[in-house]
């Protein structure tokens, strides 16, 4: 894919008088502009370069979308919001949120989580805090000071016990 990658790239710095980015992860591609654009005209680009390079796969239509910034707009996952800036989004932090909270209780309840299931949870503070780190540190204080103890440290406690 880098020859591929390399030429969509390349060829929308400029295309049709604006300037795209052009992201992929796997075989997800995201091409993104600060202004409207023909999203058929990028599409055909797209195209264009697929068979250009005799890829063994095409765009499917029905998995297109465009979106603007007056909408919610998920890629890979992650949500870009109205102020332009990239989150995990609302439900993620709620059921973060209650993931904290039943770690906790059950922690102090004695019922300890498998380590699996810690390693999951601490997986996903070090993701959201990549996206979202100073959101993640004020949910983090926030539990741990409602719980009485530090998050972070019990995780650790918890799987190297």
């Known amino acids: 894919m880098i020859a591929i990658d390399h030429k969509i790239s390349n ?3 400029n295309f049709d008088n604006r300037r795209f980015v052009y992201t992929r992860y796997a075989d997800d591609q995201l091409i993104s502009c600060k202004i409207d654009f023909d ?19 095409n765009i499917k239509e ?3 979308r465009y979106g603007s910034s007056a909408g919610k707009n998920w890629h890979l996952g992650l949500m870009l919001n109205s102020s332009n800036e990239i989150t995990i989004g609302h ?3 709620k059921e973060f949120k209650a993931m904290l909270s039943n770690y906790m ?12 299931d ?16 100073d959101y ?6 926030q539990y741990s000071d409602k719980f009485g103890e530090d998050i972070i440290s019990c995780i650790k406690a918890d799987l190297s016990a």
């Open 91 to 93: 439900r993620r932090k």
């Open 118 to 133: 810690i390693q999951i949870l601490g997986g996903l503070i070090s993701y959201y805090k990549m996206i979202e780190r």
């Open 105 to 116: 209780r059950d922690r102090k309840a004695g019922n300890g989580w498998c380590i699996h």
């Open 39 to 57: 999203k058929s005209k990028v599409q055909q680009f797209v195209s264009d370069v697929l068979s250009e390079f005799h890829a063994p796969f």
């Open 62 to 64: 029905e998995k297109t």
């Open 136 to 141: 993640i540190e004020y949910i983090l204080k």
């Open 11 to 13: 060829g929308l710095r």
